[in-house]
């Protein structure tokens, strides 16, 4: 993996959901190897706390906790505040919380259903809503970055409401971009392919599945969660000030669509 860049993002304040594990973990703690002071955002106190516990010290302070539900409107009203007013300010935004629940469609449950979306997509526009609020009333030429999926394009059988809710994610971010371009705020998507990360040990730690998981992909192999956080990163750095309402894929080929790499249609 390549090496932090040496205080790219020093003196700038990021909020990151879903911090406590996995790739909100790696990209906080990306952030902050770059400099940055992370406000650390999940439900357990305790989980960010032992995240807080592996990211370095940086000149702005302390990485302050944000614990909140990012589906309920006072939580975020109150972290996002909350986050500002410990860090002085706020330059960058991840929104990376999200779940997924398995289902055949006909037997989906509304309330799985409305739970996704929730999270997903209402938990998503809602922090993205209080931070160009700020941004706005103060001057400020933010930047966001939405932790999307290739199930944003690609359907996932027997998971539609995480396919449902990262297509309207999609459209949150081109719908955002657009709005505010005009105003220095930038906003972004990453789109992760098959990623080792806890929510994936059922076929991460099974060799056999694993190895079917891999030989769908391109590149043969799953991602690492340190490979997304690059890619956040890079979206919110200097080095990408000319893209807005984009969605990067960083999935191994994924959107290649593999299975036409041997030609069987002509």
Known sequence: MPAPYKDRFAGKKVLVTGASQGIGEATALRFAEEGAQVALNGRKEDKLIAVREKLPKVSGGEHPIATGDISKEEDVKRLVAESIKVMGGLDVLVCNAGYQIPSPSEDIKLEDFEGMM???????????????????ENGIKGTIIVNSSVH????????????????????????????????????????????????????????????????????????ESREIADAITFLAAEDSTYITGQTLYVDGGLTLYGDFEKNWSS
Not at 118 to 136: F, H, K, Q, S
Not at 170 to 194: D, Q
């Open 118 to 136: 929730a999270v997903n997509v209402t938990g998503v526009m809602l922090p993205c809503r209080e931070v160009i609020r700020y941004w706005l």
């Open 152 to 223: 944003q394009i690609i359907p996932k059988p027997h998971y539609l409401g995480y396919s449902a809710s990262k297509g309207a994610v999609g459209n949150i971010v081109r719908t955002l971009a657009l709005e505010y371009a005009g105003r220095g705020i930038r906003v972004n998507a990453v789109a992760p392919g098959a990623i080792v990360t806890p929510i994936n040990m059922s076929w991460v730690n099974d060799p056999e599945q694993y190895k079917a998981v891999a030989s769908h992909i391109p590149m043969k192999r799953p991602g």
